[in-house]
């Protein structure tokens, strides 16, 4: 008999593969809906189980998370249910409405991706100007009073950038 509670602590849930960008790391081949995608009962459900499952922190990513449409509700539902809740985002859908969004869900924390310098942000995740959305979205959230943070996919197109993404 084990004696560590086994439970899903921390999961990261990609609510959609829909995608605006066609970035040279995704994993998941983002890009068009998949057919057999939650619904949004089946998804709410899933938000549930988790938390009676005992899921202490539950991070929405993508695809683009912002481009699945009930978003704003499978977020709510995860902080009714008691459970930390983040969100992953590009940065290309944040504007004012969004970053409003944002603080009355309460998200926990909200990660915008930055890949590298201007250059080499935008060539990883093949969409001229992703590098300045994505720096006005984190500089929006950031002056809203939310915590945000940047990530980073580290590889060798951008490893001897981390520097210049920090800073």
């Known amino acids: 008999m084990s004696q560590f509670r086994l439970y899903p602590y921390n999961a990261v849930w990609e609510i959609t593969f829909i995608c605006n960008m066609r970035c040279l790391h995704c994993g998941t081949s983002a890009g068009e809906k998949r057919e057999d995608e939650l619904t949004t009962n089946e998804a709410l459900k899933l938000v549930d189980d988790l938390a009676d499952l005992g899921c202490e922190i539950l991070t929405l990513s993508g695809g683009e998370p912002l481009l699945r449409k009930d978003w704003k509700e499978l977020a709510q539902h995860a902080k009714e249910r008691k459970i930390k809740t983040g969100l992953v985002t590009n940065g290309w859908c944040v504007n ?70 920090y800073h």
Do not use: W
């Open 96 to 165: 004012d409405k969004v970053v409003k969004d944002f603080r009355k869900i309460g998200f926990d924390m909200i990660g915008v991706s930055f890949d590298g310098t201007q250059p080499t942000h935008d060539m990883i995740r093949r969409t001229p100007g992703s590098y300045e959305k994505a720096y006005l979205a984190l500089k929006m959230i950031k002056e809203s009073g939310q915590k945000v943070c940047a990530l980073t996919q580290v590889s060798q197109l951008n490893l001897k950038e981390l520097d210049d993404i």
